[in-house]
């Protein structure tokens, strides 16, 4: 039982350089987030979808594209990475149906920018 | 827009003491409400909820109440163990896309 599944655990990445993070879910879940967590900050919205090809900005999007082809696949792409990027993000998924419900975590992607 | 508001960590207690982590929100409408909790190198998990004023969620020994009139929901446990140690996060639902909008994190850490 896989869950949410993110890739790579840790990366360091070069100002200017890009890169994707991979999240998958195996839970058949239409709704997918994807947050950052800066110390004490909490976690931030910055990109979701609530079904294959439908994807919508959250509260801190800048520098960040996404897709959704899938069911089960939603990338993140940075492109340009710049130093304030550096974070922990975390992709999660839900059924969206009945009471709002239990979200599914990642156990999430430190990058760093240099 | 919404917001949540948390109790400033670090909070550190003995084992078996009595725990209290303040929790108020903004929001239009009535929200639901969550406490998540993340132990050390992991993902958030779903620790307890409420859907509707006066509702009180419970799992684990902890309990929280959605109070509307003072737009609460702190986070209670009568005895904590060192396995409670962890950040824990309150948070509300809200949107057609049930986004969540969390608080800043309280760090625990409680001492044998």
């Known amino acids: 039982n896989a869950g949410v599944t993110q890739t790579p655990k840790f990366r360091i990445l070069k100002i200017g350089q890009s890169m994707t993070l991979q999240c998958t879910q195996d839970?058949?879940?239409?709704?997918m987030y994807w947050y950052r967590q800066d110390p004490g900050m909490g976690l931030k919205l910055i990109y979701y979808?609530?079904?294959?090809?439908?994807?919508d900005k959250g509260e801190v999007p800048n520098g960040y594209n996404v897709s959704r082809s899938t069911t089960e696949d939603f990338p993140l792409r940075l492109e340009l990475a710049a130093p304030s990027q550096t974070s922990v993000y975390f992709c999660?998924?839900?059924?969206?149906?009945?009471?709002?419900?239990?979200?599914?975590f990642g156990e999430g992607s430190r990058l760093t920018v240099l | 827009g919404n917001s949540v508001t948390q109790m400033e960590g670090p909070v550190t207690l003995s084992e078996e003491a009595f725990l209290t982590i303040n929790c108020t929100y903004t929001a239009t409408g009535y929200p639901s409400l969550f406490w998540y909790v993340q132990y050390p190198g992991e993902g958030l998990q779903l620790l307890l909820k409420?859907?509707?004023?006066?509702d009180k969620g419970s799992n684990k020994g902890f309990e929280a109440t959605y109070r509307k009139e003072t737009t609460s929901f702190h986070l209670e446990k009568g005895s904590v163990q060192v396995s409670d140690s962890a950040v824990y996060f309150c948070a509300l639902c809200s949107g057609s896309a049930r986004q969540l909008t969390f608080g800043s994190g309280t760090q625990l850490t409680v001492l044998p």
């Open positions: 979808s609530v079904g294959a090809g439908i994807t």
């Open positions: 839970m058949n879940h239409n709704y």
């Open positions: 999660a998924s839900g059924s969206g149906q009945g009471d709002p419900g239990e979200l599914f």
């Open positions: 409420a859907t509707k004023a006066d």
